[in-house]
């Protein structure tokens, strides 16, 4: 069964900066595609980045610019860096990996913006 483990939330101030790991079992992320989520108090879950296994990347417009998503290969880590944070970009962040009829959340990590 795929775990998903996300670290590296926390409280930083507006304009500052943030990366979010997410570690999976073997070399899962080669094959699946993966995606960072979040979901703000009374909100929806929305998409905030997205990779396939070819390397191609999308975002929300929200973020364009100021959020890169990334994987190490050969691994099992996928990184969410974070610049220029604003306090609209707080949430709890959720890892996600889906492949075919598999799709697979991480427990999430929480980021507050605030000064």
């Known amino acids: 069964q795929v775990q998903l483990v996300e670290s590296g939330g926390g409280l930083v101030q507006p304009g500052g900066s943030l990366r979010l790991s997410c570690a999976g079992p073997?070399?899962?992320?080669?094959?699946?595609?993966m995606g960072w989520y979040r979901q703000a108090p009374g909100k929806q879950r929305e998409l905030v980045a997205g990779?396939?296994?070819?390397?191609?990347?999308n975002y929300a417009d929200s973020v364009k610019g100021r959020f890169t998503i990334s994987r190490a290969n050969p691994s099992n880590m996928v990184y969410l860096q974070m610049n220029s944070l604003k306090p609209e970009d707080t949430a709890v962040y959720y890892c996600?990996?889906?492949?075919?009829?598999?799709?697979?959340w991480g427990q999430g990590t929480q980021v507050t913006v605030s000064s």
């Open positions: 996600n990996a889906r492949y075919g009829a598999i799709d697979v």
């Open positions: 073997g070399n899962i992320f080669s094959i699946y595609r």
């Open positions: 990779i396939i296994p070819g390397g191609t990347t």
